[in-house]
């Protein structure tokens, strides 16, 4: 079991960049495949970007595809989303979430088991 923890959310001016980082609690974090997902007020969660166990692949949605990069350190319990490029349709709570026992990168929030609070993620004009 891991309890994901998101840090780094803020304020940004569009163009700008933010790195998300997420701690997961649990000596066993190389076993989860991770994923970040975001949601916008009255819209449902969605993915973001995903990384598998050990880091040789990942996910990433068209929307996001050239400025968001994700990435993990297993050695840290950590896993990072690093924004580039953010434009005001980025705005939202941003979650990480732990996935167990897949044979693939998961991309779809029902495949997630352990999930963070979430981070508030707000990209002005």
């Known amino acids: 079991q891991v309890q994901p923890v998101e840090s780094g959310g803020g304020l940004v001016q569009a163009g700008g960049s933010l790195r998300l980082s997420c701690a997961a609690s649990?000596?066993?974090?190389?076993?989860?495949?991770m994923g970040w997902f975001r949601q916008a007020p009255g819209k449902e969660r969605g993915i973001v970007a995903a990384?598998?166990?050990?880091?040789?692949?990942?996910y990433n949605a068209d929307s996001v595809k050239g400025r968001f990069t994700i990435s993990r350190d297993n050695a840290k319990n950590t896993v990072y989303l690093q924004m580039n490029r953010l434009k005001p349709e980025d705005t939202g709570v941003y979650y990480c979430?732990?996935?167990?026992?897949?044979?693939?990168?998961?991309?779809?929030?029902?495949?997630?088991?352990?999930w963070g609070q979430g981070t508030q993620v707000t990209v002005s004009s």
């Open positions: 990384i598998s166990r050990s880091g040789a692949s990942t």
């Open positions: 649990g000596r066993t974090f190389s076993s989860y495949d």
């Open positions: 979430a732990a996935s167990f026992g897949r044979a693939w990168v998961p991309t779809r929030v029902a495949e997630y088991d352990y």
